[in-house]
């Protein structure tokens, strides 16, 4: 009889500490989450706003061409389209002014995705996670929140537009060098990694997208000086105008430029580049914490599609409904890393 109760005894002891230590997992999850989700935000901010200035830069530029005299010369509600900022814009402006447009992407904190509102929220986050970041990370970030913060909408001209653009690319470019060079090949560096590719990759289809259906003026120009004028200044926006040159020696072509966005994993904005990077951090993710999490197969099946993908066979199937199930499946991943890791 005594045996036996010791026996139950320490049933019940080993099921006790098996539930004290599955609470001490959760709680140490939500920790991590609240972290995790912190550096995860901080890099998707920081890369929508080099996003965000490249879009502009491209809208401003398309806004210099001359009209073609069809009432067709939309390219501010292309801009605001591939920013994801249209349905926004036009609940407060009436009219699709350079102006009106440059000063909400850049500067309105009402707009979330603003290069203003997006550099306030990584710093903020970059605050709450202070001893995560190396203190070149710290101020590389707080240097190009300090440098934004100065200029005064109210006077901002043709040539500081410019400048400002530049300069938050630059930023942008500082920041993610400074973290690649010092930060541990740890959790926070794969969150990082995530946020920032997640990010990059929802842009680089948005972009692809609105060229095809909304930046053509129409199906005559495509070809003439204006089309290649267009095709030129979006591989520009994704940092490719050279690499493409490079690649292709047929002029702009759509079904290379596609191909080039898309599948070509030598392109660091491609898609295919993307979710290359993100089911390496996925698995590193898989490794330091010992557990499979269903996004790291949502994340390969996606790499999967784009590294065996053919782009004829894209055209023929649909162009805009390939990108606009990519864009879905981008949203649903970020949703499902979200649950995966208890973000809050």
Same mark, same amino acid.
């Given at each position: %009889?005594?045996?036996?109760?010791?026996?139950?005894?320490?049933?019940?002891?080993?099921?006790?500490?098996?539930?004290?230590?599955?609470?001490?997992?959760?709680?140490?999850?939500?920790?991590?989450?609240?972290?995790?989700?912190?550096?995860?935000?901080?890099?998707?901010?920081?890369?929508?706003?080099?996003?965000? +200035?490249?879009?502009?830069?491209? =809208?401003?530029?398309?806004?210099?061409?001359?009209?073609?005299?069809?009432?067709?010369?939309?390219?501010?509600?292309?801009?605001?389209?591939?920013?994801?900022?249209?349905?926004?814009?036009?609940?407060?402006?009436?009219?699709?002014?350079?102006?009106?447009?440059?000063?909400?992407?850049? /500067?309105? &904190?009402?707009?979330?995705?603003?290069?203003?509102?997006?550099?306030?929220?990584?710093?903020?986050?970059?605050?709450?996670?202070?001893?995560?970041?190396?203190?070149? %990370?710290?101020?590389?970030?707080?240097?190009?929140?300090?440098?934004?913060?100065?200029?005064?909408?109210?006077?901002?001209?043709?040539?500081?537009?410019?400048?400002?653009?530049?300069?938050?690319? &630059?930023?942008?470019?500082?920041?993610?060098?400074?973290?690649?060079?010092?930060?541990?090949?740890?959790?926070? /560096?794969?969150?990082?990694?995530?946020?920032? /590719?997640?990010?990059?990759?929802? @842009?680089? +289809?948005?972009?692809?997208?609105?060229?095809?259906?909304?930046?053509?003026?129409?199906?005559?120009?495509?070809?003439?000086?204006?089309? @290649?004028?267009?095709?030129?200044?979006?591989?520009?926006?994704?940092? =490719?105008?050279?690499?493409?040159?490079?690649?292709?020696?047929?002029?702009?072509?759509?079904?290379?430029?596609?191909?080039?966005?898309?599948? @070509?994993?030598?392109?660091?904005?491609?898609?295919?580049?993307?979710?290359?990077?993100?089911?390496?951090?996925?698995?590193?993710?898989?490794?330091?914490?010992?557990?499979?999490?269903?996004?790291? &197969?949502?994340?390969?099946?996606?790499?999967?599609?784009?590294?065996?993908?053919?782009?004829?066979?894209?055209?023929?199937?649909?162009?805009?409904?390939?990108?606009?199930?990519?864009?879905?499946?981008?949203?649903?991943?970020?949703?499902?890393?979200?649950?995966?890791?208890?973000?809050?």
């Amino acid at each position: %009889m005594q045996l036996v109760t010791q026996r139950v005894y320490k049933t019940q002891h080993a099921m006790q500490q098996r539930q004290k230590a599955h609470v001490v997992q959760v709680r140490n999850k939500g920790m991590l989450g609240r972290a995790a989700n912190d550096l995860f935000w901080l890099a998707r901010y920081v890369e929508r706003a080099e996003n965000m +200035a490249r879009i502009i830069d491209v =809208g401003y530029r398309l806004a210099l061409l001359p009209r073609d005299g069809t009432g067709n010369h939309n390219e501010w509600r292309s801009t605001l389209e591939s920013a994801g900022c249209l349905d926004g814009f036009l609940e407060k402006h009436d009219e699709l002014s350079t102006r009106e447009v440059v000063d909400y992407l850049l /500067f309105d &904190q009402e707009n979330p995705s603003s290069i203003r509102s997006c550099l306030y929220q990584a710093r903020q986050n970059a605050r709450s996670q202070r001893t995560s970041m190396t203190r070149e %990370m710290w101020e590389a970030l707080n240097l190009a929140w300090l440098e934004f913060a100065a200029h005064d909408r109210r006077h901002v001209t043709s040539d500081q537009l410019l400048q400002i653009l530049d300069s938050v690319k &630059q930023a942008s470019a500082m920041w993610r060098g400074t973290m690649l060079n010092t930060v541990l090949r740890d959790d926070r /560096f794969h969150f990082l990694q995530l946020g920032a /590719f997640l990010e990059r990759a929802d @842009n680089t +289809a948005r972009i692809l997208d609105v060229k095809y259906y909304v930046l053509l003026p129409s199906l005559a120009s495509i070809g003439s000086g204006i089309d @290649n004028f267009q095709w030129a200044t979006v591989l520009r926006s994704v940092a =490719g105008h050279r690499s493409y040159n490079h690649v292709y020696r047929a002029g702009y072509r759509p079904l290379n430029i596609a191909e080039f966005l898309i599948l @070509n994993d030598q392109m660091p904005r491609s898609l295919a580049t993307c979710y290359g990077y993100i089911t390496q951090s996925l698995n590193g993710l898989t490794d330091l914490y010992d557990e499979e999490p269903p996004c790291l &197969q949502t994340a390969l099946t996606t790499e999967n599609l784009l590294r065996h993908g053919d782009i004829e066979a894209i055209f023929s199937t649909g162009l805009h409904e390939f990108l606009a199930d990519l864009i879905g499946r981008n949203h649903r991943l970020g949703q499902e890393i979200s649950d995966a890791y208890y973000f809050q």
